[in-house]
Nanobody, 110 residues
Framework: QVQLVESGGGLVQPGGSLRLACSAS???????PSWYRQTPGKERELVAMIISGGNPIYADSVKGRFTISIDNAKNTLYLQMNSLRPEDTAVYYC?????WGQGTQVTVSS
């Protein structure tokens, strides 16, 4: 069985930072581990993904502000989010292979 659990979301002011974590059980982070986000009126969108060679790719909207990484020893995927903006407000999901986490809410507001 596989399970992905996100944590680290919360309420922050614009310009603030959060680090999201996604812990995996029953699996390992191979298979293009990634972070997505979704708001109620929009499609779920790719935020960041680790591709071959461990190289990250990012959505243009977060490039330079977000960093995706893996701690293989802890079997945990991270998303460091800096310089947060109100438009970053969303539920953030991690994904590995075809498995999804339950999501964690990030709200950026003054």
């Amino acid at each position: 069985q596989v399970q992905l659990v996100e944590s680290g979301g919360g309420l922050v002011q614009p310009g603030g930072s959060l680090r999201l974590a996604c812990s995996a059980s029953g699996s390992i982070f191979s298979g293009f581990p990634s972070w997505y986000r979704q708001t109620p009126g929009k499609e779920r969108e790719l935020v960041a993904m680790i591709i071959s060679g461990g190289n990250p790719i990012y959505a243009d909207s977060v490039k330079g502000r977000f960093t995706i990484s893996i701690d293989n020893a802890k079997n945990t995927l991270y998303l460091q989010m800096n310089s947060l903006r109100p438009e970053d407000t969303a539920v953030y999901y991690c994904k590995n292979f075809k498995n999804w986490g339950q999501g964690t809410q990030v709200t950026v507001s003054s």
